[in-house]
């Protein structure tokens, strides 16, 4: 079995099993362990804080989440950690708290999200946070200057691409982050028919994920083509 067999086994909670920011809120506390209760995997969202901390969001703005104004990256962990989110009683978490919380129950996909010239470190954080965590996880990005990163910043743990896009310039720019050893690829649902995605599970045999598959209908679509989902607001697993 290979390192990341478990990356396919599971389908993936986005932003941790919520009810669609109704009682149970994106990337809070309650929404991993409702995930890791129901054996899901979780896929959650990690910025850098003012004072260098991984903290868990997914916004580079404040008002959706937590309707207040300004940037996260502007606060430190302390500071977002004050922050009630949907105006329930979770507060923004840091990943190390997330890791506490989870413990190793089901694994964990961090998406990385960066802001270019505000946001050096942030691979280097992630991975000090996971360096003495027992379990399943890896790291991903959209952002192509971070992934530039994660070899000499987060060496050894299992990295992929987000991505997205039918264009030709988008598929070229996807297979140009192929030197820099990318373990899997996270692709948007409705757009993963392309030759890059099959390039990726024919020739190289990386797992491909998706994203963010909403009913069973799309579920079907993503089956088809790609190794896992990543989903939110009903339940993979009941027909």
Known sequence: MSSLDWLKKVPIAHRGLHDLNNKCWENTLSAFDAAARAGFSIECDVHLSADGKAIVFHDGTLDRVTGTKGNIDELTAQEAGRLRVGGTNDHIPTLAQSLELIGGRVPIVI????????????????????????????????????????????????????????????????????????????????????????????KMEMPVISWTVRNFTEKAISDAVADQITFEGFDPRTA
């Open 111 to 202: 998406e990385l999200k960066g802001i270019a010239g505000r946001d050096d470190g942030l691979v280097k954080a992630v991975a000090d946070e996971l360096a003495g965590y027992r379990g399943e996880t890896a790291i991903m990005s959209f952002d192509h200057h971070l992934i530039r990163r994660f070899g000499t910043d987060a060496p050894g743990i299992p990295a992929g691409l987000t991505a997205e896009g039918l264009r030709d310039e988008d598929i070229e720019a996807h297979f140009s982050m192929l030197a820099y050893d990318i373990d899997f690829v996270s692709y948007n649902l409705h757009h993963l028919e392309n030759r890059f995605i099959e390039f990726i599970r024919r």
